[in-house]
């Protein structure tokens, strides 16, 4: 056996030593004795604890791979996600005071992707080991809300119905205001007879809507999520903002970020999480790749009361930005892009006259790399936001404003 002592963590939230080791489940400053096999630490035994060390709090961790860091402390991974914001912004030659980190509770992650087969007696769901393709079954999982975890049999019981025998199932499962909206992947072709069981299933757990491989088979209830005023039902397995917590202080981060502009476009727009607050006090025109999801925009706000007027444009972002002109008809800008960023985007931004832009990244790196394009179009970054709407994971997510001077 060896000794190996930690110096940093890597992207995934193993500990590194200097020489390039892996070290699951180890701090910096940590000292780890253990055998080596394809450069990682294996049968690890911790010699020297980092004063960060905490017990993790749920049972399933050692062996799920949904949460990367419990053992960690909140106040040492707050400061390791701030870390990796500045680093990637100092990387481009960005400077940047973070403000405080918004860290959502155990308990509230609203959406959650399972995954279930059939094992040769019964079924199995879970998530995805730590580094591996097998599944771990998390019944007591803490990071989902109770509403979601509630469901756990009953998503054993779809599974039950609708794997077939040597496929895996994807269910995705959203908390709406009206009940658990399910999207499985994946399943048996629909028949007569499942659709019948299916249907019970919703009927006996509410569901607002089970979406069965891209169709709606049964729902108790419009699957309804509320955005300010409007309440929109989005598109089965439309995207969501991780935690209700987390939403809320992008909408308020966005909010200010825009302050008393008249005129807004919401780049990257998804079912409305910001254009229709925002419609609370501006004219909003929301953009996005994916007709369906600004279809349920629309309705929602149509039906909703006290906002402004809120336009849509389904646009493939990456291929066909809103150009320089476009932009200049807006007193700010609202971008929200997916990992890959908004390069050609931020490039119009840039020749732009816009003078305010709010930003919410869920990557550093294409984050900091979008920051120094709009930097060297004389944009400064006034403030920015770590938003950790992802407990106990490596994900990180920004909230900025930059302001040209
Ligand atoms: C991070 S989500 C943000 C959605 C929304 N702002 C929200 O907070 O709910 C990114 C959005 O970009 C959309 N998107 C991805 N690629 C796109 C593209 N090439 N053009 C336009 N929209 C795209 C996705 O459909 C998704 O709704």
Redesign the pocket.
């Known amino acids: 056996m060896t000794q190996f002592e930690v110096v940093r963590l890597g992207h995934k939230g193993d500990g590194i030593t200097k020489d390039g080791v892996f070290v699951p489940h180890a701090l910096p400053g940590e000292v780890v004795e253990g055998d080596v096999e394809n450069d990682r630490v294996i049968h690890g035994r911790i010699i020297t604890s980092s004063p960060a060390r905490v017990t993790p709090a749920c049972r399933h961790y050692k062996a799920c791979g949904g949460c990367a860091l419990q053992h960690a402390s909140d106040e040492f991974v707050a400061d390791w996600k701030r870390e990796i914001v500045a680093t990637a912004l100092k990387n481009h030659g960005i400077s940047a005071g973070l403000e405080t980190i918004h860290t959502s509770p155990s308990c509230s992650r609203r959406r959650a992707v399972f995954h279930g087969r059939r094992t040769k007696k019964s079924v199995m769901v879970g998530l995805y080991g730590r580094a591996s393709d097998s599944l771990v079954p998390v019944p007591d999982c803490i990071l989902m809300t109770p509403e979601i975890m509630s469901a756990y049999g009953a998503l054993e019981r779809l599974v039950q119905l609708g794997a077939s025998r040597r496929g895996e199932m994807n269910l995705a499962v959203i908390a709406t205001e009206t009940g658990l909206d399910v999207s499985v992947e994946n399943g048996k072709p629909l028949d007569m007879d499942l659709r019948i069981d299916l249907g019970q299933v919703v009927r006996e757990q509410r569901f607002s809507r089970l979406s069965w491989n891209g169709e709606d088979v049964a729902g108790e209830a419009p699957a309804y999520l509320r ?1 300010g005023k409007a309440r929109v039902v989005p598109p089965a397995g ?4 991780a935690t209700a917590a987390g ?1 809320a202080a ?1 909408v308020r981060a966005m909010r200010r970020a825009v302050g008393d502009a008249h005129r807004v476009i ?10 229709l607050p925002c419609a609370e006090t501006a004219e909003v025109h929301a ?4 007709s369906e ?1 600004l279809d349920a925009l629309s309705k929602g706000w149509r039906q909703a009361e006290g906002l402004k007027r809120v336009t849509v444009e ?7 930005p809103i150009c320089a002109d476009e932009l200049n008809r807006f007193d700010a800008a ?1 971008i ?5 960023g908004a390069a050609a985007q931020c490039d119009e931004i840039a020749k732009s006259a816009l003078k305010t832009v709010g930003f ?3 990557n550093p790196i294409t984050f900091a790399r979008d920051a120094k394009t709009l930097a060297e179009a004389g944009f400064v970054l006034d403030w920015i936001e770590v938003i950790d709407q992802f407990r106990w994971s490596t994900h990180v997510e920004i909230a900025a404003r930059f302001l040209r001077v």
């Open positions: 955005f439309a995207f969501l903002q939403e992008l919401d780049l990257f727009a998804g079912c409305g999480t910001f254009s953009v996005e790749g994916v999801m389904t646009r493939d972002l990456f291929r066909q609202i929200d892009p997916p990992r890959p919410v990244s869920c």
